[in-house]
């Protein structure tokens, strides 16, 4: 009845139109202040340390160094090296297109930078090329979701951080999957320039490949340094976050001089609503999950589905159809930090591994990005491009195939996930 009266309550709250995030902070203060014993001020002092984990840190630095490196040159000189490596081939531009979304993602952790940085140079650059538009569109705004694939991932990090597990292992489990959906991305736009004999002009250069890695060194460097570090233990992620936002911050004013002094207020202003709005739905997500284990609800739950659900197999499909269903609607990262207790029992009585199932959880993140009529990718697309929502969804419709199938296979072979993060047991 109280998980009934619950559901209900937030629904009833998203239809009226109220945040996300103001929808659980009110709802688990309601709750906790009618149907349990606890004083209130507990839900505040749940409400300051749900936002205080130093994990939370690392999120702050990568947003702001992903800002950083939008505003600048990084994103223009890693597409020359791409370019100049294999944009002479059939679908080249293409596929360099999906390959610095992958580098990029490796130094930004946020899928939205990803599409700004490489799409708004990369859309016109093919279409000027020949591709077609809506593939151009296409293309783009879904290779930008291998932004939270790739680690650094913001989802990640909060992930790590609402299950408890080790954000090493989580950022290594997302390697293998980010490189095959990549892979998958490169394979279908190879198959279509061939199909359409796109390719540019450009012939491979010695002489340029020379120059463009040259010219491009600092950003090649940064994801050595970055990554290289957290798996090696020179630093912590958080440290590594840190480490980002200096080296992004010196190489762009100092050495590319692309920035100046005065770009740095509006960056930083829009940095920190970004920063201060996340910070919101995580203190608020903290108090609805302390009301959670105080009443015991995903205990409850899990009791409940597993009268019906007798295998892994069953709940984990279930599982997905239910997040790429709540993806049309909702900010999956929000449906993270409020499901993720509740998966937590279920996850334990199935024996799944809660690494693995993170990344079973991002890459619904990432199709929700790309799923009308809430998908951010959609609309930062469309703001670049000019196009409307629909024609951007439109476009991205066989790109979400690619998506769904390699879902499938990353759910149910969890080896994928779960190799490289054995190493460092």
Same mark, same amino acid.
């Not at 209130?40 to 749900?50: I, P």
């Not at 990084?74 to 360099?96: M, P, W």
């Given at each position: 009845?109280? #998980?009934?009266? /619950? /559901?209900?309550?937030?629904?009833?709250?998203?239809?009226?139109?109220?945040?996300?995030?103001? #929808?659980?902070?009110?709802?688990?203060?309601?709750?906790?202040?009618?149907?349990?014993?606890?004083?209130?001020?507990?839900?505040?002092?749940?409400?300051?340390?749900?936002?205080?984990?130093?994990?939370?840190?690392?999120?702050?630095?990568?947003?702001?160094?992903?800002?950083?490196? @939008?505003?600048?040159?990084?994103?223009?000189?890693?597409? !020359?090296? =791409?370019?100049?490596? #294999?944009?002479?081939?059939?679908?080249?531009?293409?596929?360099?297109?999906?390959?610095?979304?992958?580098?990029?993602?490796?130094?930004?952790?946020?899928?939205?930078?990803?599409?700004?940085?490489? *799409?708004?140079?990369?859309?016109?650059?093919?279409?000027?090329?020949?591709?077609?538009?809506?593939?151009?569109?296409?293309?783009?705004?879904?290779? *930008?979701?291998?932004?939270?694939?790739?680690?650094?991932?913001?989802?990640?990090?909060?992930?790590?951080?609402?299950? =408890?597990?080790? %954000?090493?292992?989580?950022?290594?489990?997302?390697?293998?999957? *980010? /490189? /095959?959906?990549?892979?998958?991305?490169?394979?279908?736009?190879?198959?279509?320039? !061939?199909?359409?004999?796109?390719?540019?002009?450009?012939?491979?250069?010695?002489?340029?490949?020379?120059?463009?890695?040259?010219?491009?060194?600092?950003?090649?460097?940064?994801?050595?340094?970055?990554?290289?570090?957290?798996?090696?233990?020179?630093?912590?992620?958080?440290?590594?976050?840190?480490?980002?936002?200096?080296?992004?911050?010196?190489?762009?004013?100092?050495?590319?001089?692309?920035?100046?002094?005065?770009?740095?207020?509006?960056?930083?202003?829009?940095?920190?609503?970004?920063?201060?709005?996340?910070?919101?739905?995580?203190?608020?997500?903290?108090?609805?999950?302390?009301?959670?284990?105080?009443?015991?609800?995903?205990? !409850?739950?899990?009791?409940?589905?597993?009268?019906?659900?007798?295998?892994?197999?069953?709940?984990?499909?279930?599982?997905?159809?239910?997040?790429?269903?709540?993806?049309?609607?909702?900010?999956?990262?929000?449906?993270?930090?409020?499901?993720?207790?509740?998966?937590?029992?279920?996850?334990? !009585?199935?024996?799944?591994?809660?690494?693995?199932?993170?990344?079973?959880?991002?890459?619904?993140?990432?199709?929700?990005?790309? @799923?009308?009529?809430? *998908?951010?990718?959609?609309?930062?697309?469309? =703001? %670049?491009?000019?196009?409307?929502?629909?024609? #951007?969804?439109?476009?991205?419709?066989?790109?979400?195939?690619?998506?769904?199938?390699?879902?499938?296979?990353?759910?149910?072979?969890?080896?994928?996930?779960?190799?490289?993060?054995?190493?460092?047991?």
């Amino acid at each position: 009845m109280t #998980v009934a009266f /619950i /559901i209900t309550g937030l629904v009833l709250f998203m239809i009226m139109g109220i945040p996300l995030a103001a #929808v659980m902070g009110i709802f688990a203060m309601a709750c906790v202040a009618v149907l349990t014993q606890v004083p209130t001020q507990a839900v505040f002092q749940q409400l300051f340390q749900g936002s205080e984990h130093d994990l939370l840190q690392a999120v702050i630095f990568f947003i702001v160094a992903g800002a950083i490196m @939008t505003k600048g040159t990084l994103a223009t000189k890693l597409i !020359r090296i =791409g370019q100049s490596l #294999v944009g002479g081939f059939t679908g080249g531009l293409a596929i360099t297109s999906v390959l610095i979304c992958l580098f990029f993602a490796a130094v930004s952790g946020s899928s939205p930078a990803t599409v700004v940085a490489i *799409g708004s140079i990369m859309i016109p650059a093919l279409i000027k090329s020949g591709y077609s538009s809506r593939f151009s569109v296409g293309l783009l705004t879904s290779a *930008g979701a291998l932004g939270i694939m790739i680690p650094p991932s913001i989802p990640m990090i909060i992930w790590a951080v609402v299950m =408890g597990v080790s %954000i090493t292992k989580q950022f290594m489990a997302g390697f293998l999957p *980010g /490189i /095959i959906l990549g892979g998958a991305l490169i394979l279908y736009s190879y198959i279509k320039a !061939r199909k359409h004999q796109w390719r540019t002009k450009s012939q491979l250069s010695l002489t340029e490949i020379k120059d463009a890695l040259k010219d491009g060194m600092w950003g090649l460097f940064m994801p050595i340094l970055v990554l290289g570090g957290i798996y090696t233990g020179i630093f912590t992620a958080t440290e590594a976050a840190a480490v980002a936002f200096v080296y992004v911050l010196i190489v762009e004013m100092l050495i590319h001089r692309s920035l100046k002094p005065m770009d740095l207020m509006p960056l930083m202003k829009e940095s920190l609503l970004t920063v201060s709005m996340l910070l919101f739905i995580i203190a608020n997500a903290s108090v609805l999950s302390y009301y959670f284990s105080v009443d015991q609800i995903p205990l !409850r739950i899990a009791d409940f589905l597993l009268q019906y659900i007798d295998n892994k197999y069953l709940f984990l499909f279930l599982v997905n159809i239910g997040l790429l269903i709540m993806g049309c609607f909702m900010d999956i990262v929000s449906a993270m930090l409020v499901l993720g207790p509740v998966f937590q029992p279920l996850l334990l !009585r199935f024996g799944i591994d809660p690494i693995h199932f993170g990344i079973i959880m991002v890459i619904n993140i990432e199709v929700a990005f790309l @799923t009308p009529p809430f *998908g951010v990718n959609l609309f930062v697309a469309s =703001g %670049i491009t000019k196009k409307s929502i629909l024609e #951007v969804a439109w476009s991205v419709l066989p790109f979400m195939l690619i998506f769904y199938s390699v879902l499938f296979l990353i759910t149910y072979v969890p080896w994928i996930s779960l190799v490289l993060p054995s190493f460092f047991d």
